[in-house]
């Protein structure tokens, strides 16, 4: 049973890929499609957002850059702007600074000289999880696990590099994972690593955030209720899916 964490944003294979953004993109992912958004299309660049939503009418434009709410869109990144009254039936075109990169760099080919683990790789289940869905991740990723899928969990990171709280969320899962499937996974080195962060930090996500980089600069630019909303642990059963090129409530 196959269990790979990365800790930084790169080209994985695997048959199930979770992609992690505590803070903020995968967090505010959850609360969104908990809140009745039909959809969210994830995007690099804000042409690309600006793009999808002039495809579909109605769709609403979310995400930031430098943490701020894009000039024209809608939304910005914080989960708790995420309200059924805001989003509730609406696609989301959405774009922010790591989170939705981080998935197309994922979901990216690899180099020839790292060939995919299985045969099945090309057909890949895509997640989102959080602290906020942590416990409905782990019971999709489980079964999948027994049938002996490779699961990877991405971790977005900051600008290309490490983010504590990506990493100590990481190791959260595999921790829960652990704890179900016991001696039979196999893990790799970030995996191990992760779940070394997570018991550093428990369910301490106050402490968590104050340590991480991302966590401090949030809460100096004002943005210091969101690390609450973030740090939720457990709160929705909700598990962003990808489907048709979107992600969905799965
Ligand atoms: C990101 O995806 O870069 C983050 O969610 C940034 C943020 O905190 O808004």
Redesign the pocket.
Same mark, same amino acid.
Not at 217 to 236: M, N
């Given at each position: 049973m196959p269990l790979h964490v990365y800790l930084l944003p790169e080209p994985v294979a695997a048959d199930v890929v979770v992609v992690i953004?505590v !803070? &903020? @993109?995968t967090s =505010?992912a959850a609360y969104a499609l908990a809140a009745g958004a039909r959809s969210i299309a994830t995007c690099e660049t804000v042409e690309q957002a600006r793009a999808v939503a002039g495809y579909r009418p109605g769709t609403l434009l979310a995400g930031?850059r430098q943490?701020v709410k894009l000039p024209g869109f809608d939304l910005g $990144?914080s989960p708790l702007e995420f309200t059924p009254a805001a989003v509730r039936g609406r696609d989301i075109a959405w774009t #922010? #600074? $790591?989170? #939705?990169r981080a998935i197309a760099t994922a979901l990216a080919p690899r180099r020839p000289a790292a060939p995919p683990p299985t045969e099945r790789a090309p057909h890949r289940d895509l997640l989102l999880a959080s602290p906020v869905n942590l416990s409905a991740v782990a019971a999709l990723l489980a079964p999948r696990l027994g049938e002996d899928a490779v699961v990877a969990v991405a971790c =977005?990171g &900051?600008e290309g590099g490490f983010a504590l709280e990506d990493a100590a969320c990481a190791g959260h899962l595999v921790a829960r994972l652990r704890r179900t499937l016991g001696d039979a996974l196999t893990m790799n080195d970030g995996a191990r690593a992760s779940a070394c962060i997570h018991e550093a930090y428990g369910e301490d996500f106050a402490r968590l955030f104050r340590d991480a980089r991302?966590g401090r600069w !949030?809460r100096d630019h004002g @943005?210091g209720s969101d690390l609450e909303a973030c740090g939720a642990l457990d709160a929705l059963e909700v598990v962003p899916r990808w489907r048709d090129g979107r992600f969905v409530a799965g």
């Amino acid at each position: 049973m196959p269990l790979h964490v990365y800790l930084l944003p790169e080209p994985v294979a695997a048959d199930v890929v979770v992609v992690i953004d505590v !803070l &903020r @993109f995968t967090s =505010s992912a959850a609360y969104a499609l908990a809140a009745g958004a039909r959809s969210i299309a994830t995007c690099e660049t804000v042409e690309q957002a600006r793009a999808v939503a002039g495809y579909r009418p109605g769709t609403l434009l979310a995400g930031e850059r430098q943490a701020v709410k894009l000039p024209g869109f809608d939304l910005g $990144n914080s989960p708790l702007e995420f309200t059924p009254a805001a989003v509730r039936g609406r696609d989301i075109a959405w774009t #922010t #600074t $790591n989170g #939705t990169r981080a998935i197309a760099t994922a979901l990216a080919p690899r180099r020839p000289a790292a060939p995919p683990p299985t045969e099945r790789a090309p057909h890949r289940d895509l997640l989102l999880a959080s602290p906020v869905n942590l416990s409905a991740v782990a019971a999709l990723l489980a079964p999948r696990l027994g049938e002996d899928a490779v699961v990877a969990v991405a971790c =977005s990171g &900051r600008e290309g590099g490490f983010a504590l709280e990506d990493a100590a969320c990481a190791g959260h899962l595999v921790a829960r994972l652990r704890r179900t499937l016991g001696d039979a996974l196999t893990m790799n080195d970030g995996a191990r690593a992760s779940a070394c962060i997570h018991e550093a930090y428990g369910e301490d996500f106050a402490r968590l955030f104050r340590d991480a980089r991302h966590g401090r600069w !949030l809460r100096d630019h004002g @943005f210091g209720s969101d690390l609450e909303a973030c740090g939720a642990l457990d709160a929705l059963e909700v598990v962003p899916r990808w489907r048709d090129g979107r992600f969905v409530a799965g």
